[in-house]
């Protein structure tokens, strides 16, 4: 496991959490689980294990947790190991005793997140290693899957990735969007640069999207903070840095894969925010494995 990920930590506080798993859960028991309802007796038992079927990084384990608790105190969820860690197949994840209706009516939907969950820290994880010797940072995008945002963030950290903007309250980024409307108006990017350092405090950061070598020129000269390199080839980024000449951080975006990722990082980027990290991930493959008590 990385030693910079050691202290990552869940991002959503206890409510947050439970209100994200409530959601999951009446998504899929609805009125209720009628197969385990009518088929397997309240007293019985069971003990299971979460399993790897294929090589990742793990991440998850603490929601999988919460599920557990939330659906039956009774059912005891222990850990083998942690967010971060990398499994080989066959490798056990975690253990789990308790009622086995309620480990039943439980299990998909641990099972669910920790999966997706580790597939983010898993892709992740693969982006990261690619520029390991580089200078550069490997962030995510808002291109998350609606209402797990944050979770998807924190399994980005924990694959050893950093965390672009949680929402749009947390930076100015211009982008080309605005740009048309505020062309149409007459304003130039200097002019919206200007407007949002008039109207933002000095905590905020600014950032623009530019898309030619003069649009880059011109919002360097005009002081923002960060260029965001719009699905530049890797040869016009290389142009883009030099003319930018350290007056801002540099950001590079879009069409960003694996296979192009080194040589956009070679340009002389600071960052490169990927949103394949989060929508374009393979899950993790996770299984569960029961045995069951019965008593009477």
Not at 13 to 18: D, N, R, Y
Not at 43 to 67: H, R, T
Not at 78 to 95: E, S
């Amino acid at each position: 496991m990385p030693a910079e990920q050691t202290f990552v930590t869940l991002p959503l506080l206890e409510p947050q959490l439970l209100r994200v798993i409530d959601t999951a859960l009446q998504e899929d028991l609805g009125m209720g689980d009628v197969t385990t309802d009518n088929l397997i007796d309240p007293s019985w038992q069971a003990k299971g294990v979460f399993y790897a079927k294929d090589e990742g990084v793990l991440a998850g384990i603490p929601v999988a947790a919460a599920i557990f608790r939330r659906v039956d105190p009774a059912i005891v969820f222990t850990p083998l190991l942690n967010d971060g860690d990398r499994v080989a197949r066959g490798d056990l994840i975690g253990r789990m005793a308790g009622p086995a209706a309620s480990i039943l009516r439980a299990e998909r939907v641990a099972l669910n997140f920790m999966q997706r969950l580790s597939g983010v820290a898993t892709m992740t994880a693969r982006y990261v290693a690619e520029v390991r010797d580089l200078p550069v940072r490997i962030t995510e995008t808002r291109k998350t899957t609606p209402g797990l945002r944050s979770l998807e963030k924190y399994a980005v950290r924990v694959g050893g990735g950093h965390n672009h903007r949680q929402n749009l309250a947390d930076g100015v980024l211009i982008k080309d969007n605005h740009l048309e409307a505020l062309a149409l108006a007459g304003f130039s990017i200097t002019d919206a640069i200007n407007q949002c350092k008039a109207r933002v405090t000095h905590m905020v950061r600014i950032e623009v999207e530019v898309t030619s070598l003069e649009q880059a020129r011109e919002a360097a000269e005009a002081g923002v903070d960060w260029i965001l390199l719009d699905n530049m080839p890797p040869e016009r980024m290389r142009e883009a840095v030099g003319i930018i000449a350290g007056r801002a951080k540099v950001e590079a975006s879009g069409g960003v894969t694996l296979e192009n990722l080194r040589a956009v990082a070679e340009a002389g980027v600071d960052l490169v925010s990927a949103g394949a990290l989060t929508h374009s991930y393979r899950a993790l493959d996770i299984s569960v494995e029961l045995n069951y008590k019965l008593k009477g």
